[in-house]
């Protein structure tokens, strides 16, 4: 099976100039060979005037390789440069603590453009449970897209938090606007006390006179009963399409005997799902 490392190469190669791919080669070597910190930064650094920021724009080939090295693994979203500083850190010579120690010293410095490839790349590298503490600590940044370069299309979290990180994880993505969808194991790793977390939340929303996004139910309603299926019924009750399919679904999928009589009162709704013509797809 392609490792990693040699896949990246393999996708920068044709994707930046002939010198640029001659200098990060030559900087590669030199990680290679000691791993020096002033090396790695000086590299991580220049990664973006050298290379560029160009969108890495990877085939369904290319895509489909990344998914059979690593389960889980989706650089659709990826940068030239992301890549390329993945790369080099897949490139030292560390073991497993060493690694997290540096990890965590460069995730401490990075700027925005360096902390998203530092945590995109948290799929790949070495000794991961030793790098679950600092991908929380990502978490808990106010800048979006370095929260979503750990929480989207991104197996870590599924993988290595445990539930009151993960509980935290999806409670933030609702919290800044970010869409629950591209949250791997977002179903498989819901859990009643998220359901609960999420139902004050949603309370919290509605006595601010704030709407509660849609997606919120799809954590809930595996676990909806008594006072949550009054909150799905409230949804269900919304003017708004999208509240009303998502309560839909989430009323679907609770095992609780008085979900399927509020369902019965959204019967558009309700025969779409049973025809595999609505899913929380639709509602993202």
């Known amino acids: 099976m392609t490792a990693p490392r040699q896949l990246l190469a393999e996708w920068l190669a044709p994707r930046v100039a002939p010198e640029a791919a001659a200098w990060l080669e030559g900087q590669l070597r030199r990680l290679a060979r000691d791993g020096s910190e002033r090396d790695l930064v000086v590299t991580l650094g220049l990664i973006p005037r050298r290379l560029g920021k160009a969108d890495l724009d990877l085939s369904a080939a290319e895509l489909a390789a990344a998914a059979a090295c690593r389960p889980g693994w989706d650089p659709s979203r990826w940068s030239v440069d992301t890549a390329a500083r993945v790369l080099a850190l897949l490139t030292l010579p560390d073991d497993d603590e060493a690694f997290a120690s540096r990890f965590a010293g ?18 790949l590298y070495p000794g991961q449970p030793r790098l679950e503490a600092q ?6 940044g106010n800048i979006r897209a370095v929260f979503e370069a750990i929480a989207h299309r991104n197996p870590f979290p599924r993988e290595q938090f445990d539930e009151h990180r993960w509980n935290h994880m999806v409670l933030k993505a609702l919290f800044v606007g970010s869409s629950l969808a591209p949250i791997q194991g977002l179903d498989e790793r819901a859990n009643p006390e998220l ?6 939340y949603a309370h919290e929303r509605w006595a601010a006179g704030r709407p509660v996004s849609p997606e919120l139910w799809r954590c809930v309603g595996p676990f909806a009963d008594g006072p949550m299926l009054a909150d799905l019924e409230r949804a269900a009750a919304s003017s708004h399409p999208r509240d009303r399919a998502a309560a839909a679904l989430a009323l679907a999928a609770s095992p609780a005997p008085g979900a399927r009589a509020v369902l019965d009162r959204l019967r558009d709704e309700a025969d779409r799902i049973a025809a595999g013509k609505l899913a929380w797809a639709d509602v993202a």
């Open 106 to 123: 460069l995730c401490r410095d990075a700027d925005a453009g360096e902390a998203i490839a530092l945590y995109s790349g948290l799929p």
């Open 195 to 200: 359901a609960r977390i999420l139902c004050d």
């Open 135 to 140: 991908a929380g600590e990502g978490l808990r």
